[in-house]
């Protein structure tokens, strides 16, 4: 069986980071790269101006605030569907983080997207939001679940 080659992404060219690349990836829609690239920086020129703190350090500790820890998979037992809660490991806890404080940022109403960007990865700092919402759901629902572990595979 052939490994499959894991596709490396070029970090942007304002911060220099590959994490900020791949979420201006998350952003982009219809590959309108220039666009997604206006809207996260738009969103850490807002954040600068309001928090007078570097935006890549708000950025980062809003990423490890939305992470999960864990999740629950569904797994077919014997007829019945059960849901195991598992660990979730690096590369899907990042991914995850940055889909939830996008759909949160998409939620809101009535603003342009940078503002409410910027507005969701502030709320995720002060631990509030939809994305941290979300998040401790995904816990909740993995500890309700938690009779279940066993059956991880």
Same mark, same amino acid.
């Given at each position: 069986?052939?490994k499959?080659?894991?596709?490396?992404?070029?970090?942007?060219?304002?911060?220099?980071?590959?994490?900020?690349?791949?979420?201006?990836n998350?952003v982009?829609?219809?590959?309108?790269?220039?666009?997604?690239?206006?809207?996260?920086?738009?969103?850490?020129?807002?954040? /600068?101006? &309001?928090?007078k $703190?570097p935006?890549? #350090?708000?950025?980062?500790?809003? *990423?490890?605030? @939305?992470?999960?820890?864990?999740?629950?998979?569904?797994?077919?037992?014997?007829?019945?569907?059960?849901?195991?809660?598992?660990?979730?490991?690096g590369e899907?806890k990042?991914?995850?983080a940055m889909?939830?404080?996008?759909?949160g940022? /998409?939620? &809101?109403?009535? $603003?342009?997207?940078? #503002?409410?960007?910027?507005?969701? *990865?502030?709320? @995720?700092?002060?631990?509030?939001?939809?994305?941290?919402?979300?998040?401790?759901?995904?816990?909740?629902m993995a500890?309700?679940?938690?009779?279940?572990?066993?059956?991880?595979?």
């Amino acid at each position: 069986m052939k490994k499959i080659k894991k596709h490396l992404i070029a970090p942007d060219p304002v911060y220099n980071n590959v994490t900020v690349a791949k979420f201006i990836n998350q952003v982009m829609r219809r590959g309108k790269k220039t666009i997604a690239r206006k809207i996260v920086y738009g969103a850490f020129a807002l954040i /600068k101006e &309001k928090t007078k $703190k570097p935006p890549l #350090e708000i950025f980062e500790i809003a *990423l490890k605030n @939305a992470s999960p820890l864990l999740e629950v998979k569904s797994k077919r037992i014997g007829g019945a569907t059960y849901q195991v809660p598992m660990e979730v490991k690096g590369e899907r806890k990042m991914t995850l983080a940055m889909r939830w404080l996008i759909f949160g940022a /998409k939620a &809101k109403k009535g $603003k342009p997207m940078k #503002e409410k960007l910027a507005q969701e *990865l502030m709320d @995720a700092v002060n631990n509030t939001g939809w994305a941290i919402k979300k998040r401790t759901d995904t816990h909740r629902m993995a500890e309700a679940n938690r009779a279940f572990a066993h059956f991880a595979w």
